[in-house]
């Protein structure tokens, strides 16, 4: 999960001045011919606002940043932001910068969705901006030219075999990793989290703005995590939802390992509905809370001895089952389908196959969230390490069937990391980070926030949320635990005060 941004001028100024140095007298005119275009590089762009045509009431931009940051001079491409105006001018007191997951998911569009509510919660102390990290939505993007099986997310998550064979999972991932390497070039070599966070700083200077306040989600509070340590006195009022563990030899890859024991954590609550005496008999999947997670796995083990199409037509394997219930602990929301699909399938037998529509990840988004992953850390190349961590996993948490812990593209990549992974420490900036985390998140578990925790020490409070999901602030679930969280984040926000110590939202 992970994409880059910003260290960006004062690395490209210091490397054009060390440069100058190195270079001969002999060779003065030619220095300073070069030293002139890395100055010319380096220099932040204005910013040229008109209406987003997608999102009303916003305005859209483009920000060109370099390709790679070490080479000012070299290829720029393009980062596009949008902005929502405060609506109240007098309240204003800067910029709040919306930081979104993934990693590949656009910041523009969770402006052009949550922007109006955020802005009215904030009571029009800033203006709201989204940038679309290099590689996604309308900044400049790559083509790994990945066919649709190979974007069908019961394979791109690598979802083991019925048996937990992965042996397709390898021959998938090494498929992969070549077909990006092959068309994706250097640009795709550039999505990391280390470049989102130079891009961001890089943003913060077109925008004239001293510091920056933030709202990260999920991925996005690693990209907040590593600004905040990489430019501690840029950061005003900083606010990460939905934590990982930030430690260098969990990133990446110890956060999709998290996700086994994060849907077992959330699975309870999904039980509890689907039990509910109100359910109708089209949603009602057991008679008991107990009854429901003995009934979703003697379902899926049924139906992995499905083929994946029949008849031109694709069917409801167990993978996809096992793929939809992941996807669906994220939200309360998606309780409804998921119990009406499992009742379904349950109620079908042997003799009509349901047939389902794959989630398949689109083409321009699967090479950001590959990337980041790879070109963040050193993945591990051992495949038997993978085949072991596959079967024990699987027996720990069926749920999830070893797909966490799986082999990944990452195994095969052909690109290094550029960047060694930044270490989050308590030590060298203002105490001005406010997390906030649902106990029984499905995706970034509450076990993991209380690493980042732990890592920021007193530069940091945490606002524990007795909710399961994934998204604790301005969250669609609606709760005396939701709301106490909200004014929480909402009140540090408007009067940069945040409680004394942390704090459990029951």
Same mark, same amino acid.
Not at 156 to 176: E, K, Q
Not at 288 to 313: F, H, I, M, T, Y
Not at 422 to 449: E, F, H, K, W
Not at 465 to 473: L, Q
């Given at each position: 999960m992970a994409l880059t941004k910003r260290k960006a001028l004062l690395l490209t100024l210091s490397s054009a001045a060390v440069a100058a140095t190195l270079t001969a007298p002999a060779q003065a005119q030619g220095q300073g011919q070069a030293q002139a275009q890395a100055g010319a590089a380096s220099a932040v762009p204005a910013l040229s606002w008109k209406a987003c045509a997608d999102?009303?009431?916003?305005?859209?931009?483009d920000l060109s940043v370099p390709l790679d940051y070490r080479k000012p001079g070299g290829r720029h491409i393009t980062v596009a932001v949008s902005r929502l105006r405060t609506d109240r001018p007098q309240a204003r007191r800067g910029t709040?910068?919306?930081?979104?997951?993934?990693?590949?998911?656009?910041?523009?569009d969770k402006v052009a969705i949550v922007g109006a509510e955020l802005r009215e919660a904030t009571r029009g102390a800033y203006?709201?901006?989204?940038?679309?990290?290099?590689?996604?939505?309308?900044?400049?993007?790559?083509?790994?030219?990945?066919?649709?099986?190979?974007?069908?997310i019961t394979h791109f998550r690598s979802y083991p075999g019925p048996d937990g064979d992965i042996s397709a999972n390898v021959a998938r991932s090494r498929r992969i990793a070549e077909s990006c390497a092959a068309n994706g070039g250097e640009l795709v070599g550039s999505f990391s989290t280390a470049n989102e966070v130079r891009d961001i700083d890089r943003l913060r200077e077109a925008l004239g703005e001293k510091k920056l306040s933030a709202w990260g989600t999920s991925y996005g509070t690693y990209v907040g995590a590593v600004y905040a340590q990489k430019y501690p006195h840029r950061t005003d009022r900083w606010v990460l939802d939905s934590n990982g563990d930030p430690d260098p030899s969990r990133a990446e890859r110890g956060w999709l390992a998290n996700m086994s024991a994060a849907a077992d954590d959330r699975f309870p609550d999904f039980a509890k509905w689907a039990a509910d005496p109100s359910r109708d008999a089209k949603h009602r999947?057991?008679?008991?809370?107990?009854?429901?997670?003995?009934?979703?796995?003697?379902?899926?083990?049924?139906?992995?001895?499905?083929?994946?199409?029949?008849?031109?037509?694709?069917?409801?394997?167990?993978?996809?089952?096992?793929?939809?219930?992941?996807?669906?602990?994220?939200?309360?929301?998606?309780?409804?389908?998921?119990?009406?699909?499992?009742?379904?399938?349950?109620d079908a037998?042997? =003799?009509?196959?349901?047939?389902?529509?794959?989630?398949?990840?689109?083409?321009?988004?699967?090479?950001?969230?590959?990337?980041?992953?790879?070109?963040?850390?050193?993945?591990?190349?051992?495949?038997?390490?993978?085949?072991?961590?596959?079967?024990?996993?699987?027996?720990?948490?069926?749920?999830?069937?070893?797909?966490?812990?799986?082999?990944?593209?990452?195994?095969?990549?052909?690109?290094?990391?550029?960047?060694?992974?930044?270490?989050?420490?308590?030590?060298?900036?203002?105490?001005?980070?406010?997390?906030?985390?649902?106990?029984?998140?499905?995706?970034?578990?509450?076990?993991?926030?209380?690493?980042?925790?732990?890592?920021?020490?007193?530069?940091?409070?945490?606002?524990?949320?007795?909710?399961?999901?994934?998204?604790?602030?301005?969250?669609?679930?609606?709760?005396?635990?939701?709301?106490?969280? =909200?004014?929480?984040?909402?009140?540090?926000?408007?009067?940069?005060?945040?409680?004394?110590?942390?704090?459990?939202?029951?």
């Amino acid at each position: 999960m992970a994409l880059t941004k910003r260290k960006a001028l004062l690395l490209t100024l210091s490397s054009a001045a060390v440069a100058a140095t190195l270079t001969a007298p002999a060779q003065a005119q030619g220095q300073g011919q070069a030293q002139a275009q890395a100055g010319a590089a380096s220099a932040v762009p204005a910013l040229s606002w008109k209406a987003c045509a997608d999102s009303p009431g916003a305005e859209c931009a483009d920000l060109s940043v370099p390709l790679d940051y070490r080479k000012p001079g070299g290829r720029h491409i393009t980062v596009a932001v949008s902005r929502l105006r405060t609506d109240r001018p007098q309240a204003r007191r800067g910029t709040l910068l919306v930081i979104a997951g993934g990693p590949g998911s656009s910041g523009r569009d969770k402006v052009a969705i949550v922007g109006a509510e955020l802005r009215e919660a904030t009571r029009g102390a800033y203006d709201i901006v989204g940038l679309d990290p290099r590689g996604v939505g309308g900044s400049t993007r790559a083509d790994c030219k990945l066919d649709d099986d190979d974007r069908d997310i019961t394979h791109f998550r690598s979802y083991p075999g019925p048996d937990g064979d992965i042996s397709a999972n390898v021959a998938r991932s090494r498929r992969i990793a070549e077909s990006c390497a092959a068309n994706g070039g250097e640009l795709v070599g550039s999505f990391s989290t280390a470049n989102e966070v130079r891009d961001i700083d890089r943003l913060r200077e077109a925008l004239g703005e001293k510091k920056l306040s933030a709202w990260g989600t999920s991925y996005g509070t690693y990209v907040g995590a590593v600004y905040a340590q990489k430019y501690p006195h840029r950061t005003d009022r900083w606010v990460l939802d939905s934590n990982g563990d930030p430690d260098p030899s969990r990133a990446e890859r110890g956060w999709l390992a998290n996700m086994s024991a994060a849907a077992d954590d959330r699975f309870p609550d999904f039980a509890k509905w689907a039990a509910d005496p109100s359910r109708d008999a089209k949603h009602r999947v057991a008679e008991r809370p107990e009854d429901v997670r003995p009934a979703v796995l003697a379902l899926a083990s049924k139906l992995d001895r499905l083929p994946e199409q029949q008849n031109g037509k694709p069917l409801l394997t167990g993978n996809r089952l096992r793929a939809q219930l992941q996807q669906a602990l994220y939200y309360d929301r998606s309780f409804e389908k998921l119990a009406a699909t499992i009742v379904a399938a349950r109620d079908a037998g042997d =003799d009509a196959p349901p047939v389902t529509e794959p989630l398949i990840v689109p083409a321009a988004d699967a090479p950001v969230t590959m990337a980041v992953l790879c070109n963040d850390v050193q993945w591990p190349r051992s495949i038997a390490s993978y085949e072991r961590a596959v079967a024990a996993d699987r027996v720990r948490h069926p749920l999830t069937a070893g797909m966490p812990v799986n082999v990944t593209p990452c195994a095969f990549w052909k690109y290094a990391p550029a960047d060694k992974p930044t270490r989050i420490t308590p030590d060298g900036g203002p105490s001005n980070v406010l997390m906030v985390q649902n106990l029984r998140d499905p995706a970034t578990p509450y076990r993991g926030a209380l690493k980042m925790r732990e890592a920021f020490g007193d530069r940091a409070r945490m606002v524990a949320v007795d909710n399961g999901g994934h998204g604790a602030y301005l969250s669609a679930t609606k709760s005396s635990a939701t709301a106490c969280a =909200d004014r929480a984040v909402s009140e540090f926000f408007v009067t940069g005060k945040r409680p004394d110590g942390d704090v459990l939202c029951r």
